[in-house]
């Protein structure tokens, strides 16, 4: 069955430090693949996706993740946390399974101390 | 520009007891969904509605109806709701359902339905 891993389940950093989430999929095919983010008390948002082209995708607010197909992987990074990055992070797969939908990962919790 | 709208914020409910979770959306979007998140648990599919008159089965379906009422509403309907329904519901929309490869259409989610079974 396809799933999503993200390694890290809480990650503390103190501002101006650099961030790497990691994410792994176990799909042999052709995928989507998508970062989202929930601030706290908020919905999931659209952090950035890759479809094809350039692994390496950047989103919004200064996000951007590599796709690296050999290695199954699509890690989130971000060169400088700030204390308004504190959120959940949502690794997404979209392997065009019979159900046809999103494979969430279990979530990375950030926590960015000021 | 509301996007998707999901009521109640929030609700308790005791064992046994019914209730219906209401999600609309006003994007236009053909294909809608029904997640719900726990601790630990990431994000799981319950149903989905690829287009309007059509509803699915998701990774969690036991325990759930949905109704598709029209191109913008999806219902979620727990009958009898137990203790392990407790989580928050978020309800998403997307243009096309995510079955095809060529679609990178991501979700629009809802602002969630935190329910609580006592």
């Known amino acids: 069955a396809q799933s999503v891993s993200q390694h890290n389940h809480h990650v503390i950093l103190s501002e101006a430090a650099s961030l790497e989430l990691g994410c792994n999929y176990s799909?042999?095919?052709?995928?989507?693949l998508f970062w989202y983010v929930q601030y706290p008390g908020q919905h999931l948002q659209l952090l950035l996706k890759?479809?094809?082209?350039?692994?390496l995708v950047k989103g919004i607010k200064g996000f951007e993740a590599e796709f690296i197909k050999s290695k199954f992987s699509f890690n989130l990074r971000k060169p400088s946390v700030q204390w308004s990055d504190t959120a959940e992070y949502f690794c997404?797969?979209?392997?065009?399974?019979?159900?046809?939908?999103?494979?969430f990962g279990k979530g990375t919790k950030l926590s960015v101390k000021p | 520009n509301a996007g998707v709208t999901q009521t109640p914020k929030f609700q308790v409910l005791k064992t046994g007891q019914s209730m219906t979770l209401q999600c609309a959306q006003d994007?236009?979007?053909?294909?809608m969904y029904w997640y719900r998140q726990d601790p630990g648990m990431g994000l799981r599919l319950i149903y989905y509605?690829?287009?309007?008159?059509?509803?699915d089965k998701g990774e969690v379906p036991n325990g759930y109806n949905v109704s598709r009422l029209n191109k913008r509403e999806f219902s979620l309907r727990l009958e009898s709701a137990a203790p392990s329904q407790t989580s928050v519901y978020f309800c998403?929309?997307?243009?096309?359902?995510?079955?095809?490869?060529?679609?990178?259409?991501?979700?629009?989610f809802g602002n969630g339905t935190r329910l609580t079974v006592t």
């Open positions: 998403a929309s997307s243009p096309r359902h995510l079955g095809g490869l060529w679609d990178n259409s991501p979700l629009h």
């Open positions: 509605s690829a287009s309007e008159g059509t509803t």
């Open positions: 997404a797969v979209n392997a065009g399974g019979s159900q046809g939908n999103l494979i």
């Open positions: 994007m236009n979007h053909n294909s």
């Open positions: 890759y479809f094809s082209g350039d692994p």
């Open positions: 799909y042999g095919g052709t995928v989507n």
